[in-house]
């Protein structure tokens, strides 16, 4: 049992310290961006479910590779927040308020959101790539899936749950959210699995950069936990 402790002390404590103290002091007002980002996911899936909003959300914030490349780029940004169709909505909602909340708190709200459309984007991107691939070469997807939606919001929250591990030292579950996107593709071969790991890599290639930049300037970027102001720093 001490074993247990130990270990979820030093692979979730330094996370735990850097969300508990704004949290327990401010409350939602240290998240106001992941406030207005539950609210709006909730808005967008309200909409989207009755005839008079559902081609508007679409228009507006659904993706697909079969869009032209300007356009999908105009819808990205809102697609973070439209949540899947054909899934239970309180799944995503639930999603957005912790990862979300942990990275605002701990990250900053423009470098949470700067993240969040990374992730995204490389999903998007890669269904492109994908497709023009083809399903007969590695990485390739078939040509059905141009008429996809894109992930959606569980990109930008599974790119921001294995930034948040691999920047406080929170390695296993970085790892188990990796795994955990890797068995769903295996099981699961889809478009919305394979964003997944699209996203994983778009932000693993950003905690390499951070690695690198951080090494030379002689300090390890897992060292201590970020103090960011809550604009954003």
Excluded at 47 to 53: D, I, L, M, T
Excluded at 108 to 137: E, K, N, V
């Amino acid at each position: 049992m001490r074993v247990l402790a130990r270990w979820v002390r030093a692979e979730w404590g330094p996370l735990y310290v850097a969300v508990r103290g704004p949290l327990r002091e401010r409350r939602l007002r240290a998240v106001p961006l992941t406030v207005g980002a539950v609210c709006l996911t909730g808005v967008l899936h309200f909409a989207q479910h009755r005839p008079w909003g559902h081609d508007a959300v679409q228009h507006l914030g659904a993706v697909r590779a079969a869009d032209p490349l300007g356009v999908a780029l105009l819808r990205t940004p809102l697609s973070l927040f439209v949540p899947a169709l054909d899934l239970p909505c309180w799944g995503a909602l639930a999603q957005i308020l912790c990862v979300f909340g942990m990275a605002e708190i701990c990250l900053g709200r423009w470098r949470t959101l700067a993240l969040a459309y990374t992730a995204t984007l490389a999903g998007t991107l890669y269904a492109r790539i994908g497709i023009a691939l083809g399903p007969l070469r590695p990485l390739g997807l078939p040509a059905t899936d141009a008429r996809v939606v894109d992930a959606g919001p569980s990109a930008a929250v599974v790119g921001l749950a294995v930034y948040l591990g691999w920047r406080y030292g929170a390695y296993v579950t970085a790892g188990a959210v990796v795994a955990a996107m890797a068995i769903e593709v295996a099981l699961r071969e889809n478009l919305a699995g394979k964003e997944h790991l699209a996203a994983i890599a778009g932000v693993a290639a950003l905690c390499a950069l951070s690695a690198v930049r951080h090494r030379v300037r002689g300090a390890w970027p897992g060292a201590a936990p970020v103090t960011s102001d809550p604009g954003g720093g």
